[in-house]
């Protein structure tokens, strides 16, 4: 009985383990194209049940070292469009410049990737450009989240723990306890 409880346990925690966490990620590679010139390629993956109806990516150009930035490829597929906005207020907010793409007609939904996004922008900066914030929005057009880009060659992916390992941890450490409460009792 206790072997077959060891390796269910182990079987279950092994199963948690594996669990990643659901999430909408924008992955980019950037390339230098000549002197200060540079490129980012976005990739948008839907790992959530949240469908998107639009995203953006903003570039502060007020306090960072980009300047023109310069729309060079997207998604056309599905209805979705892209453009480049200049900075601006919305709705009372000041927004800094951004690269917004959005559909009315096939939201990205869970498991679903979008590729092909590419602009390109002059770079002031002393080390190679970083990540940028996103916002996204669900297909009522409220904002779904926010986050940053994360650029895909710098980070090999790594699983976040689920809900699945802290369940998985609570009963391998209720186990345990109630284990030794009764080995101490006989």
């Known amino acids: 009985m206790k072997m077959i409880f060891k390796l269910a346990m ?3 925690f092994a199963l948690c383990v594996t669990q990643a966490a659901k999430a909408i990620t924008i992955d980019y590679t950037v390339e230098n194209t000549e002197g200060n010139r540079w490129q980012y390629n976005y990739t948008i993956y839907n790992d959530s049940h949240i469908d998107i109806q639009a ?6 150009f007020n306090d960072g070292p980009y300047s023109d930035l310069e729309l060079i490829a997207w998604y056309s597929d599905g209805g979705w469009d892209a453009d480049i906005f200049p900075e601006f207020i919305w709705g009372g907010i000041e927004e800094p410049w951004m690269l917004s793409a959005w559909t009315y007609e096939a939201p990205l939904s869970y498991g679903e990737k979008l590729e092909g ?3 390109a922008f002059n770079w002031s900066g002393n080390e190679a450009p970083g990540s940028q914030i996103f916002r996204l929005w669900d ?3 409220a904002e779904a989240g926010t986050g940053w880009t994360s650029n895909s060659e710098d980070m090999p992916p790594v699983p976040e723990p689920g809900t699945l390992v802290l369940l998985g941890t609570g009963v391998v450490g209720l186990a345990a306890y109630y284990r030794s409460r009764n080995a101490k009792k006989h």
Request: proline share 0%; hydrophobic share 55%.
């Open 10 to 12: 182990t079987m279950f």
């Open 117 to 119: 996004y590419s602009v």
């Open 55 to 60: 995203f953006d990516i903003f570039f502060d």
């Open 139 to 141: 297909s009522d057009w």
